[in-house]
């Protein structure tokens, strides 16, 4: 698209997480660098030699910034990955080698770098050691930050000033390596809502839209670009009109917001006492302090993965102890619900294969009951930091009765190990399963009488149940959360678990839609564990209405078939019960 004359272009995506800023666009690649076979003279070569060793120390000047924040961002242990990097760049016998070889066969530096460093990865890449193969991928993005520092081109880990980041796609480690600099928001051409990229920017607090399908063709490094994660779009040239229209809208929502602040204290409940467990979702610890700011009655959802990010192999038992206690610690005197590794998928995961359908693949529970020591590391981990009693266990992908089973034998075992080195836990602890798979939902009365609690995962309930990859913006149309078939379906599973006297909590994005409020409250939902950014807003909405109502609001959109004529009732509802909720039309 033609963009020269400096034209306003509005691009629509999918709002992914709020906010609202301006600022010039970077634009992120992850192509590899192109190197070329270049002759050189001898006269050359000690000017070539020392582009290598410049390109070398900015590649590690680089290294250690990354490395020093994500050991701040994600702890010691995770930042490792990053060490390895920097060892490579200071081994004295690979840099020595590819030198000698500059001067030897008079070759470019960047020739010689990928020549000489490819030898070492396909030795790697030989190896049956799947930690050797691991190290490969370091060796890799080693060889590509030297020839783009060699080639002077820009990296992301250069970013000069405010950026909005405009890219084809984020991994989950590339959108909390990018939170270093000081990001305006992401944009990106895939995606979704509920991919892992897009709830880590919401935890972030940093604007973001996914599924824009066309921005990195679109937009240019150094373009003037509005976000508006409220709505879901950017705006590439906005005029001064835009610009200002904006920046009202902003305000009003910061205001709301700020409104908001002074609720934090409240215990969140109908105005006809229906008290509602209002938590929040977190990946990190430190985002604990904030949760804990915006009024949250402890922690719903811990995604444990997080820990793996930037790491080649699972922790270790003790490891993990350490992170889950400072966890129980902090949030005591409310609990904890530890979710165990939901690996595959979108999600980061150490040592999964590669597979045709990850989504429908070797996942969460299905990986745990496959690897019983990598299971039992994690659950003697978790009860050791359940000993004041504030930690539940939570096991994710649950598709039938006997993963239940299993899994709560693995829980038997890993208390008996603690029994036999004497360790304390909480022999009472609480352990419940997420229903995100709709044969656990169709089962969800059965599956309640094998569990302490069930929480909704509707990030995936909704992909499984509608057929629709929660990440692909080419069928987001058809990722309907207010689906007359979701919301049976969620009914189904909260009466399921009433009837077995478990409570059920939702801890998937809809729990933290304002929209879906009302109608969660009315279906009977216990607790609900959202996002921190938005769990004042929901606490408002919880305050301000009946639970009476919230039946009727509930049995009416259930009596609807189509999810547009559930939005428009559930719209009108909460326009008129909180009308200074400043939705987006
Ligand atoms: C879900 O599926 O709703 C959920 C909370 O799990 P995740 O988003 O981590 O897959
Ligand atoms: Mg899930």
């Known amino acids: ?92 016998i690979l840099m020595g080698a590819i030198e000698t070889r500059i001067a030897r066969e008079l070759k470019n530096a960047e020739f010689v770098i990928a020549d000489e460093i490819t030898k070492y990865k396909q030795i790697m890449l030989a190896a049956h050691d799947e930690y050797m193969r691991e190290r490969a991928r370091d060796v890799d993005d080693v060889m590509n930050r030297i020839i783009r520092n060699i080639q002077d081109q820009k990296l992301f880990s250069k970013l000069e000033g405010a950026s909005i980041i405009v890219s084809e796609t984020l991994a989950p480690s590339d959108t909390v390596i990018f939170s270093r600099n000081q990001v305006l928001g992401y944009a990106t051409d895939l995606g979704g809502v509920t991919s892992h990229a897009a709830i880590l920017a919401r935890s972030l607090k940093i604007p973001a839209v996914v599924g824009l399908r066309t921005s990195t063709k679109t937009v240019r490094t150094g373009d003037i670009v509005a976000i508006d994660g409220y709505a879901g779009l950017i705006v590439l040239n906005p005029t001064e009109e835009t610009i200002q229209t904006l920046e009202r809208k902003k305000r009003r929502f910061m205001e709301f917001e700020g409104r908001l602040v002074n609720i934090a204290g409240l215990t969140a409940e109908t105005l006809d006492h229906k008290h509602i467990e209002l938590s929040a979702n977190i990946e990190f610890d430190t985002e604990m302090e904030f949760s804990r700011e915006q009024g949250s009655a402890g922690i719903g959802l811990f995604r444990t993965e997080s820990q793996l990010i930037g790491r080649a192999s699972y922790p270790t038992e003790e490891e993990q102890y350490q992170a889950y206690r400072r966890v129980a610690d902090g949030v005591f005197p409310h609990s904890v619900i530890f979710r165990t590794f939901d690996v595959g998928g979108d999600k980061i995961s150490p040592d999964t294969e590669h597979e045709a359908n990850p989504f429908l693949g070797w996942r969460g529970i299905r990986v745990l009951l496959d690897r019983p020591e990598l299971f039992l590391d994690q659950l003697r981990a978790i009860l050791r930091a359940s000993t004041q009693k504030n930690v539940r266990i939570m096991f994710p992908m649950v598709s039938t009765i006997q993963e239940i089973r299993r899994a709560r034998e693995m829980v038997s075992r890993a208390q008996k190990e603690l029994d036999a080195r004497a360790l304390p836990y909480d022999p009472g602890i609480k352990i419940g399963i997420m229903i995100e798979v709709p044969a656990a939902a169709v089962l969800a009365e059965e599956m309640a009488g094998e569990a302490d609690f069930l929480s909704i995962g509707t990030n995936d309930l909704i992909q499984y149940l509608m057929a629709v990859d929660r990440d692909n913006a080419a069928v987001a149309p058809l990722y309907q959360q207010f689906n007359p078939a979701v919301l049976r379906t969620i009914r189904h599973i909260i009466d399921a678990g009433h009837k077995k006297g478990v409570w059920v909590g939702m801890c998937g994005q809809m729990a933290g839609d304002p929209l879906a409020t009302v109608l969660l409250v009315g279906l009977g939902i216990d607790e609900l564990s959202v996002i921190p950014s938005v769990l004042p807003e929901i606490k408002k909405i919880i305050l301000s209405i009946k639970y009476k109502e919230a039946k009727r609001v509930a049995d009416k959109s259930l009596a609807m078939s189509t999810e547009q004529e559930i939005r428009e009732h559930l719209s009108s509802i909460i326009k008129n019960k909180v009308p200074e909720i400043p939705f987006d039309e």
């Open 1 to 92: 698209m033609d963009t020269a004359a400096g034209q306003e272009v509005v691009l629509k995506g999918v709002a992914a997480a709020p906010g609202i800023s301006l600022g010039p666009a970077y634009l992120y690649s992850k192509l590899i660098p192109r190197v070329e076979e270049k002759s050189i003279t001898p006269e050359e070569v000690e000017g070539e030699i020392g582009r290598l060793r410049n390109a070398n120390a900015r590649s590690e000047k680089e290294l250690l910034k990354i490395h020093a924040y994500a050991e701040q961002k994600l702890g010691s242990q995770n930042a490792r990955i990053f060490e390895a990097q920097i060892m490579i760049l200071a081994d004295a």
